[in-house]
Structures are given as structure tokens and as C-alpha cells.
């Protein structure tokens, strides 16, 4: 990811931000914090398949949405163009709202 965002001159994100919602600690892959801008990375094994990691996704997705992040979930079959269209449209959203 963050090869595909450096060739495209897009700004390079945070990785592995720590970051803690109700409580608890959660680690960001890739991050714009100022922004409120996540991009995560999520693999078929585990997420997909051992029961306890899919259910704690999808808190921690909440969890993270309540608090006000905007978390764009990558897989191993997103497109280049789309994570970086995605990304560019996430922190001009973003850039909007805080003016």
C-alpha cells in the first residue's frame, strides 16, 4: 500500500497508529491521524474464518466509527486505482468537514 501512495505523490500515512476507543487499544495499519483517516488491511485468515477475530472486527470497526475515524478497508484484490481514489476522496472529506 504505502508503495502504491508514494508513486502516485499521495502523503504517506502512519503506520501501526495506536490509537484507544472504549477503553481499549487498538492498532491502526495505516494512518492519518490529523485527518481521522484510516486504511486497514484485511487478510481472509484470520478475519474470515476464526470466530472470536471476526466478531471483535466488527466491534472495533464500530467502536472506531463512533469515535469519529473514517476506516477504508483494503484487500489483497483492491485495485491500485481504487485504494488510491479512496483514499485521495477520504482526505479531501475530511479536509472539507475541519475547515
Not at 7 to 23: D, I, K, N, R, S
Not at 55 to 79: C, F, P, Q
Request: glycine share 6%; hydrophobic share 40%; with cysteine.
Amino acid at each position: 500500500m504505502l508503495e502504491v501512495l508514494r508513486a502516485t505523490g499521495m502523503p504517506l500515512p502512519v503506520q501501526q497508529f495506536e490509537v484507544v476507543v472504549e477503553g481499549r487499544r487498538r492498532i491502526l495499519d495505516y494512518a492519518y491521524p490529523e485527518d481521522r483517516v484510516a486504511l486497514e488491511f484485511d487478510g481472509f485468515n484470520p478475519h474470515g474464518t476464526i470466530r472470536s477475530i471476526f466478531d471483535d472486527g466488527a466491534i472495533r470497526r464500530n467502536d472506531l466509527e463512533v469515535a469519529g475515524w473514517l476506516v477504508l478497508h483494503i484487500t489483497s484484490k483492491t485495485s491500485a486505482v481504487h485504494l488510491v481514489d479512496r483514499t485521495r476522496q477520504a482526505l479531501a472529506l475530511r479536509r472539507r468537514c475541519s475547515v
